[in-house]
Nanobody, 112 residues
């Protein structure tokens, strides 16, 4: 059974960092591109970043370019999102997406 399980969220002050992880089970990670989305109450879910099957191609939404880095470790079946210089507007539930499936999400709160 396919499962994507996010972890690593939490409360951080503005300017701080977090690293999110997405552990994939039930499927071999390198079969698909994987992405991160985020959502805040009352707003639509938005794409944050995506990485290709091989990891050679990565895309980011403009507001996180230069601050966030997506990576994948196919041997560990895990995808990461390193988030630096976090700002209050980055506060959201972050979801991993792959194989047409979302994980359950992890809350990221940026606040002083």
């Amino acid at each position: 059974q396919l499962q994507l399980v996010e972890s690593g969220g939490g409360l951080v002050q503005p300017g701080g960092s977090l690293r999110l992880s997405c552990a994939v089970s039930g499927f071999t990670l390198d079969y698909d591109a994987v992405g991160w989305f985020r959502q805040t109450p009352g707003k639509e879910r938005e794409g944050v970043s995506c990485i290709s099957r091989s990891g050679d191609s990565r895309t980011y939404r403009d507001s996180v370019k230069g601050r966030f880095t997506i990576s994948r470790d196919n041997a560990k079946n895990t995808v990461y999102l390193q988030m630096n210089s976090l700002q209050p507007e980055d506060t959201a539930v972050y979801y991993c997406y792959g194989f047409s499936t979302y994980g359950q999400g992890t809350q990221v709160t940026v606040s002083s």
